[in-house]
């Protein structure tokens, strides 16, 4: 899935070898006068990230099922999406933040002091969010996902090289890129840990409910980085602070075989034509009575076209 200017472009490779290319029209609220707001856009980028994961994930999972039930095309209403958003936010907050909160708190009533505790805090969050993509970097789907999580970024690398989007090409890049989402999510625990060092532990409601309202902030300081990093990425302090979100993409990225790189041809190459006004959007209904949406069936010598 790559993101364009007002839509997302997301190819699929279909089980019998056909690769599918949707686009998934961005939330208007996310895209218009707010993104120019430093710290409000890192706070629009995040639900916007989560919004389209998930609907790419819906169309990619029909796709995957589409020789089986031909006829059928599910796609998730706006209550059911709101609602896996909603449900998505607090399992975050949650575990990454009020989990380490409780626990660094029996730390502290065990006698050690504000800093102690803070750092135990900390530890915990950082330790529960790499855990946890390790832990699902073990299941096989998931390893999958994290080769087409590689291919993505190789791609988007031979597009700021100004390379060609050939297999041979797109192969020579590393599949660890430093404006990655994982990188914000890292980013965003890191930043939490130095912040709420300055925050007063007591009384512990203030803790809880600064841990609470504080990750909008958290989040908004995290992109601006990320964003000033992806600039600035020759800055050897920059490099430095970047270093451990490039490490983490060890873990949420993989080495992608051929196929994969395809895939991801396929989706900046649409994604980049639908920007240029040279490809039709999937959704756009009103145009394809009139132009037909083909799916794509990828030659062998890997000639990709849009």
Not at 24 to 50: K, Q, Y
Request: charged residues 20%; contains cysteine.
């Amino acid at each position: 899935m790559i993101r364009g200017r007002t839509r997302a472009a997301l190819a699929v490779r279909r089980p019998d070898g056909i690769i599918v290319r949707r686009s998934i029209p961005l939330e208007s609220w996310a895209n218009s006068s707010l993104r120019g707001i430093v710290m409000l856009r890192g706070v629009l980028v995040l639900l916007e990230t989560l919004l389209v994961g998930m609907k790419s994930l819906t169309i990619s999972a029909n796709e995957a099922a589409a020789d089986e039930n031909p006829e059928e095309d599910q796609q998730l209403s706006s209550v059911a999406m709101a609602t896996l958003l909603t449900v998505s936010l607090v399992l975050g907050v949650v575990i990454f933040f009020l989990i380490p909160v409780f626990v660094s708190r029996l730390i502290e009533n065990a006698g050690a002091n504000n800093f102690i505790a803070n750092m135990v805090e900390g530890g915990i969050r950082l330790g529960l969010f790499i855990i946890y993509v390790w832990v699902i970097g073990k299941m096989n789907d998931i390893k999958r996902v994290f080769g087409y999580h590689g291919a993505e970024h190789m791609v988007v690398h031979a597009h700021e090289a100004q390379e060609p989007f050939t297999v041979e090409s797109v192969r020579r890049f590393p599949p660890a890129h430093p404006r990655c989402g994982t990188s914000f999510l890292m980013t965003v625990v890191l930043v939490s840990i130095i912040m709420f060092m300055f925050f007063p532990r007591d009384p512990f409601w203030f803790l809880v409910v600064s841990r609470i309202v504080l990750v909008p902030i958290i989040a908004g300081i995290s992109y601006e980085f990320i964003r000033f990093a992806g600039t600035h990425q020759n800055n050897i302090w920059i490099r430095m602070f970047n270093s451990p979100n490039i490490l983490l993409q060890d873990l949420t990225t993989r080495q992608p075989d051929e196929g994969m790189i395809e895939v991801a041809i396929t989706a900046i190459e649409y994604a980049i034509a639908m920007d240029d006004g040279l490809a039709v959007p999937s959704d756009d209904k009103s145009q394809l009575s009139s132009e037909p949406f083909e799916p794509l069936r990828v030659a062998s010598e890997s000639t990709i076209e849009t």
